[in-house]
């Protein structure tokens, strides 16, 4: 595993590059601020090494952010049913690597094309840019959605259909600034509130019931 993710290092060369160029042919200071935009992209696409211990019954976040929307979900169509639907925002300045909710496999992939509205705001699930990943276990289903934002317009999945995943293991990321969307069926407890914080794998966001 490596400290930055391999999209940032494009982003981090042409800045030092840019940064050089100016520098000499023009004048130091020129290179203060693309040399800044390389320390920042440094930071954006950094990949922190996380101790992520598997429980079946746990599901995790699977973003560094702020828990944004926890609603209910009448009937979603990979599920099967009803469930809870919780929304992670993650700022510009939050880890923006994603990590598998669940061990198990994927079963479903949907990309959208859509729209770039603020990641805030309430409907962008339905009209923006995103990609859907749905996951099966032994124990249940949940769907995983990366939705862009005004700033990410650009979403990157490292996975395919029948893929395997790994509690916590690495999936996919989002350029720069946006939200996630996990659902979970009904019989997991949800153990967060709208406002908490949460780190990528090690936040439980919901535990299946002792019932289940």
């Known amino acids: 595993m490596t400290p930055i993710v391999h999209e940032g290092y494009v982003f981090i ?10 520098g000499v042919s023009v004048h130091p ?16 696409f950094r990949n922190p090494k996380r101790d992520i211990s598997l429980d079946d019954a746990a599901v995790i976040s699977p973003a560094d952010g702020t828990v944004q929307e ?7 169509d990979f599920i099967k049913g009803p469930g809870s639907k919780i929304t992670v925002f993650m700022s510009v300045f939050n880890v923006h690597v994603n990590r598998s909710p669940i061990s198990g496999e994927i079963k ?33 289903r949940i769907t995983v959605t990366q939705i ?9 999945s490292w996975v395919t259909l029948n893929d395997t995943l790994r509690q916590g293991e690495l999936y996919g990321m989002i350029r720069f600034g946006s939200c996630l969307e996990i659902v979970m069926p009904e019989e997991v407890q949800v153990l967060v509130k709208k406002g908490d914080k949460v780190v990528g794998g090690q936040t439980v966001l ?7």
């Open 206 to 212: 919901g535990r299946i019931s002792d019932e289940c």
């Open 13 to 22: 060369g042409a800045a030092l590059v840019l940064a050089l160029l100016l």
């Open 108 to 140: 479903c992939q949907k990309y959208v094309c859509g729209r770039f509205r603020p990641a805030y705001k309430d409907s962008v699930g339905f009209e923006n840019e995103h990609h859907l990943i749905g996951i099966e276990n032994h124990r249940l």
């Open 148 to 156: 862009a934002g005004i700033l990410a317009r650009r979403i990157v």
């Open 70 to 76: 926890i609603s209910a979900v009448e009937y979603d």
């Open 29 to 44: 200071y020129a290179a203060i601020l693309p040399a800044v935009l390389a320390v920042y992209f440094a930071y954006f």
